[in-house]
């Protein structure tokens, strides 16, 4: 019989290889599916994300030991490897349980012939030792053992290095971005305190309506289940208050959320709007807007739209508030998406900058003379933060307003007038946020 777990942490690592899916969406579905038991259900978590994370790794220690380029491997076969490798170098399963079970599977799943070469490789593996023993061994400079190290990309250890302003913070910013996250909820329709008791968590530190949790299913939860409180990251729940904190001259009754899919941030901003205020949220793709309406499911006053934010359907200046959260790399988020930091390359900045102006460009001449923009991403890439609003600055008609003095129980959070948050200093996704007023 074949080992559940991990049965399911390899159906998961296929799933992201062959059909593109995203292991958050993947793994709950097939463990609600299994049924497996809580003890079995973490450690397919923990094999599935694990592995994900440390792809680059792994390879890199695979890559000598097998006698043909990785890529030419029946990708099952790979996928197979990087699973009883993980659990030899980052888990240090006894090399038995590890090999033994990784064989057991690759022959029901591929065939006896790939086991023999699983069975070998692996046992190649195990005699290399732990992480560290093989980190030793890899060919790298300092550069490229720190992307070993922290399992990244090196060209997203530039990047953070960039968005950093040095070396001080780097090896901190990339471990805590290496480790598992706490699951973060947002008390959006009921008191935070009650959702601290139905929950067993604790009060989240920057956000009013944060919960964090240290274990168990969110789905659980018959106020999540509801859409009372939902699962939100902290640093998106500021992004969202961010909008509404702005200072405003003028009247407050239009607000925009412009590419609001899935619906998070809209639907804390439902709740945190003052009566009276009408919000539009707006979603290029029409799956996207229908997440947004079920999101906003029981709110009043509230218009959604499926509408491109590049050519709205709106009036210009339409809007007193106006949110960006704009398309991104989602390097912010590689914590809960582990399989994005293989998935990205470099050659994804460059359209998605000329896609984030041209929404910047399109939120500022939305909101009226006065009003306010929120521009937000989740990354920390200079090109699609500070390089996108720097440029949306320079215009004579827009002034930029700084962050920071709207949260000061955040520490640490301004990057110069703009603001960013870490997952090793705040623990919450690596969200940059700006802040523009139209001024003329």
């Given at each position: 019989m074949l080992d559940g777990a991990r049965l399911t942490a390899y159906d998961v690592l296929d799933g992201v290889s062959s059909r593109a899916a995203y292991a958050n969406l993947l793994l709950p579905q097939l463990l609600r599916e299994r049924q497996l038991d809580e003890r079995d259900a973490a450690f397919a978590t923990q094999l599935a994300y694990g592995a994900l994370r440390a792809q680059g790794t792994l390879d890199a220690v695979l890559a000598p030991l097998v006698s043909r380029p990785l890529g030419d491997l029946d990708p099952r076969v790979l996928d197979l490897l990087r699973l009883g490798a993980y659990q030899l170098i980052d888990l240090r399963v006894p090399a038995h349980a590890a090999v033994d079970t990784t064989v057991d599977l690759t022959r029901a799943i591929v065939g006896t012939g790939a086991s023999g070469l699983v069975n070998a490789v692996l046992r190649k593996v195990a005699t290399g030792g732990d992480r560290a023993q093989w980190l030793e061994t890899l060919d790298g400079d300092t550069e490229t053992r720190l992307a070993l190290a922290t399992n990244h990309p090196r060209w997203i250890v530039e990047a953070w290095r960039d968005a950093l302003g040095g070396d001080a913070e780097l090896e901190a910013a990339l471990q805590a971005d290496d480790a598992a996250p706490e699951v973060q909820l947002v008390a959006r329709r009921m008191d935070r305190e009650d959702l601290v008791a139905e929950s067993g968590g604790e009060p989240g530190p920057w956000s009013p309506y944060a919960v964090r949790l240290h274990g168990g299913d969110p789905g659980r939860l018959a106020s999540v289940r509801s859409g009372r409180a939902a699962v939100q990251d902290e640093g998106s729940q500021l992004a969202a208050l961010l909008l509404s904190r702005a200072p405003l001259d003028g009247p407050d009754a239009a607000w925009l959320d412009m590419c609001a899919g899935p619906g998070g941030k809209a639907g804390l901003l439902a709740a945190v709007r003052p009566d009276g205020v009408r919000l539009t949220a707006a979603d290029r793709a029409p799956h996207r807007a229908e997440l947004v309406r079920t999101s906003l499911a029981g709110e009043d006053d509230?218009?959604?739209?499926?509408?491109?934010?590049?050519?709205?359907?709106?009036?210009?200046?339409?809007?007193?508030?106006?949110?960006?959260?704009?398309?991104?790399?989602?390097?912010?988020?590689?914590?809960?998406?582990?399989?994005?930091?293989?998935?990205?390359?470099?050659?994804?900045?460059?359209?998605?900058?000329?896609?984030?102006?041209?929404?910047?460009?399109?939120?500022?001449?939305?909101?009226?003379?006065?009003?306010?923009?929120?521009?937000?991403?989740?990354?920390?890439?200079?090109?699609?933060?500070?390089?996108?609003?720097?440029?949306?600055?320079?215009?004579?008609?827009?002034?930029?307003?700084?962050?920071?003095?709207?949260?000061?129980?955040?520490?640490?959070?301004?990057?110069?007038?703009?603001?960013?948050?870490?997952?090793?200093?705040?623990?919450?996704?690596?969200?940059?946020?700006?802040?523009?007023?139209?001024?003329?």
């Open positions: 509230v218009e959604i739209l499926a509408a491109d934010g590049t050519s709205p359907p709106w009036a210009p200046g339409s809007f007193d508030r106006v949110l960006l959260d704009a398309p991104c790399t989602g390097l912010g988020a590689l914590r809960r998406r582990p399989e994005v930091r293989w998935r990205r390359t470099p050659a994804d900045v460059l359209p998605l900058v000329e896609l984030q102006t041209a929404l910047l460009e399109s939120a500022l001449a939305s909101v009226r003379v006065g009003g306010v923009v929120a521009y937000v991403t989740c990354s920390p890439h200079t090109a699609e933060t500070a390089g996108v609003v720097d440029a949306a600055a320079a215009r004579d008609d827009v002034e930029v307003l700084p962050v920071a003095p709207l949260f000061p129980q955040v520490p640490d959070m301004a990057r110069g007038e703009y603001g960013q948050l870490w997952p090793h200093r705040h623990g919450t996704d690596a969200m940059f946020m700006a802040l523009l007023r139209r001024t003329r």
